[in-house]
């Protein structure tokens, strides 16, 4: 069964940078739209960053300008590139995305969330 897999969080100083990825688990499948949300302690789940199979992004309001979303060139990995990281910007992150299936020619969306990386953002 295909996953997504994230990693690259961890803890970094005001001002550091960090570099989420986001990886399909087997290698036929493709990403199309990419989602990275981030949930807080004791706050709602929230969509940081999106971009779509023709290349647009959109960006909360909160990190325009210091967050980046990307696609590798072999459409297998979607990255969220942090800058200036503010401790407002602490919380698990978690990819989601609709993928295109190599084998049967189709696209598949996730229903499920993995268990998302830990982003610490220290004063």
């Known amino acids: 069964q295909v996953r997504l897999v994230e990693s690259g969080g961890g803890e970094v100083q005001t001002g550091g940078s960090l570099r989420l990825s986001c990886a399909a688990s087997?290698?036929?499948?493709?990403?199309?739209?990419a989602n990275w949300y981030r949930q807080a302690p004791g706050k709602q789940r929230e969509l940081v960053a999106r971009?779509?199979?023709?290349?647009?992004?959109n960006y909360a309001d909160s990190v325009r300008g210091r967050f980046t979303i990307s696609r590798n060139v072999d459409r297998n990995t979607v990255y969220l590139q942090m800058n200036d990281l503010r401790p407002e910007d602490t919380a698990v992150y978690y990819c989601?995305?609709?993928?295109?299936?190599?084998?049967?020619?189709?696209?598949?969306?996730?229903?499920?969330w993995g268990q998302g990386v830990q982003v610490t953002v220290s004063s």
């Open positions: 989601n995305a609709d993928l295109f299936d190599g084998d049967y020619g189709t696209g598949y969306r996730l229903g499920n």
């Open positions: 087997i290698n036929f499948f493709s990403i199309t739209t």
């Open positions: 971009r779509t199979e023709e290349g647009y992004t």
